[in-house]
């Protein structure tokens, strides 16, 4: 496995029908096609630990259901009718489960993560996907990025232990500002805590450790460590927790760059969360803050991007956690992307294997 960069260095419906050019005449009423039209798609399904919010849409047992205020653990069965809100699930229409296929983007995330990204970047689940799996590669040679909810390791950098799907540290000599803290008070937060906290989440875990200004020291042995985070894999409160930290420390502000200057696509964004997951958000010239300040100033986005993609190019292979090629390999991505004008990663999925079949170092 390779192992590169701070943030990821990871070890821890619609239904189309379409008809043959020969076909004249629709199917029979009554028929399975027709009947198939008739019922809408279900939504994602039901999770008993997931935290819904007021909109938040599942589906269980074959119908829809909204929710209507904040709710977990609630059976959507146990709801009101169409239209009130006696209950926390508003019942829907009857639906039919979509057959599952290899490209079902929005299974890799709950509902009620779908709908925070939504709400807050504009991006939706097959976006978010597919800019995971761009961000993934060059850290695990791997695009399947849900495999690290419980990932754990201390690779002794002096930054502590390394977690989850963007590398939350714990802190050291060499990271004093760590996001390992939030994680785990985002954990207790999602996990319902009235007044969430940092000791309430690693108690959640199991864990045990005490912050030391603020750096998060870890006092279980790192095999206890480890078993309590890869034990957290399929948490949906962790993976929800996860979520909220990486938006609060990486996307958050590589959105804010983006739309400073006018620009909304996926590719962009997603470009620059990568820079900042792989070399820093904000401070000296290496960081995604750095970069952007070389980029120049063009209104034309592909202009721009042509430009950062160029910039960072020149740097990243001299990052400490990127091998060569293996930096500018990562940069290729995405400009390849750019040039084939799949900025909006929608129906990408054939572009996003081909950029990313090339060999780790």
Same mark, same amino acid.
């Given at each position: 496995?390779?192992?590169?960069?701070?943030?990821?260095?990871?070890?821890? *419906?619609?239904?189309?029908?379409?008809?043959? %050019? #020969? +076909?004249?005449?629709?199917? $029979?009423?009554? !028929?399975? /096609?027709? @009947?198939?039209?008739?019922?809408?798609?279900?939504?994602?399904?039901?999770?008993?630990?997931?935290?819904?919010?007021?909109?938040?849409?599942?589906?269980?047992?074959?119908?829809?259901?909204?929710?209507?205020?904040?709710?977990?653990?609630?059976?959507?069965?146990?709801?009101?009718?169409?239209?009130?809100?006696?209950?926390?699930?508003?019942? *829907?229409?009857?639906?039919?489960?979509?057959? %599952? #296929? +290899?490209?079902?983007?929005? $299974?890799?995330? !709950?509902? /009620?993560? @779908?709908?925070?990204?939504?709400?807050?970047?504009?991006?939706?689940?097959?976006?978010?996907?597919?800019?995971?799996?761009?961000?993934?590669?060059?850290?695990?040679?791997?695009?399947?990025?849900?495999?690290?909810?419980?990932?754990?390791?201390?690779?002794?950098?002096?930054?502590?232990?390394?977690?989850?799907?963007?590398?939350?540290?714990? *802190?050291?000599?060499?990271?004093?500002?760590?996001? #390992?803290?939030?994680?785990?008070?985002?954990?207790?937060?999602?996990?319902?805590?009235?007044?969430?906290?940092?000791?309430?989440?690693?108690?959640?875990?199991?864990?045990?450790?005490?912050?030391?200004?603020?750096?998060?020291?870890?006092?279980?042995?790192?095999?206890?460590?480890?078993?309590?985070?890869?034990?957290?894999?399929?948490?949906?409160?962790?993976?929800?927790?996860?979520?909220?930290?990486?938006?609060?420390?990486?996307?958050?502000?590589?959105?804010?760059?983006?739309?400073?200057?006018?620009?909304?696509?996926?590719?962009?964004?997603?470009?620059?969360?990568?820079?900042?997951?792989?070399?820093?958000?904000?401070?000296?010239?290496?960081?995604?803050?750095?970069?952007?300040?070389?980029?120049?100033?063009?209104?034309?986005?592909?202009?721009?991007?042509?430009?950062?993609?160029?910039?960072?190019?020149?740097?990243?292979?001299?990052?400490?956690?990127?091998?060569?090629?293996?930096?500018?390999?990562?940069?290729?991505?995405?400009?390849?992307?750019?040039?084939?004008?799949?900025?909006?990663?929608?129906?990408?999925?054939?572009?996003?294997?081909?950029?990313?079949?090339?060999?780790?170092?």
């Amino acid at each position: 496995m390779k192992i590169i960069s701070k943030a990821l260095m990871l070890s821890c *419906g619609l239904l189309a029908v379409s008809f043959s %050019a #020969g +076909a004249r005449s629709p199917a $029979a009423a009554g !028929s399975q /096609a027709r @009947l198939d039209a008739r019922v809408a798609p279900c939504n994602a399904a039901w999770i008993s630990g997931a935290v819904y919010t007021a909109g938040d849409k599942v589906s269980y047992g074959g119908v829809n259901y909204n929710a209507a205020y904040w709710t977990q653990g609630n059976n959507p069965t146990v709801s009101s009718g169409a239209g009130t809100t006696a209950q926390p699930w508003i019942t *829907g229409a009857s639906c039919q489960q979509a057959k %599952a #296929g +290899a490209n079902d983007h929005d $299974a890799n995330f !709950s509902p /009620a993560t @779908l709908q925070f990204l939504k709400t807050n970047t504009g991006l939706d689940g097959e976006q978010w996907d597919n800019i995971m799996k761009l961000i993934n590669k060059p850290e695990q040679d791997s695009l399947d990025w849900t495999k690290y909810y419980g990932y754990c390791e201390n690779i002794n950098d002096d930054r502590g232990y390394t977690i989850g799907i963007f590398g939350a540290t714990t *802190g050291g000599s060499n990271d004093e500002g760590p996001d #390992g803290p939030a994680l785990f008070k985002e954990f207790d937060a999602a996990s319902g805590a009235a007044n969430p906290s940092i000791a309430g989440g690693l108690a959640r875990a199991g864990a045990h450790g005490n912050m030391q200004g603020a750096i998060l020291k870890i006092t279980d042995s790192k095999a206890d460590f480890y078993k309590r985070i890869e034990a957290l894999q399929n948490n949906p409160a962790w993976r929800e927790a996860m979520w909220h930290t990486f938006y609060n420390v990486y996307i958050k502000y590589s959105l804010q760059q983006a739309r400073q200057r006018g620009f909304t696509t996926a590719l962009t964004i997603g470009s620059f969360v990568d820079t900042a997951l792989n070399q820093g958000a904000s401070g000296d010239s290496d960081t995604l803050e750095g970069v952007l300040s070389r980029s120049g100033s063009s209104a034309d986005e592909k202009t721009f991007m042509t430009s950062f993609y160029a910039q960072r190019s020149k740097i990243v292979d001299t990052n400490q956690y990127n091998q060569p090629p293996n930096g500018k390999n990562r940069v290729k991505e995405w400009s390849t992307l750019l040039n084939q004008g799949e900025t909006d990663l929608k129906n990408a999925d054939a572009a996003v294997v081909k950029v990313t079949r090339w060999t780790m170092h």
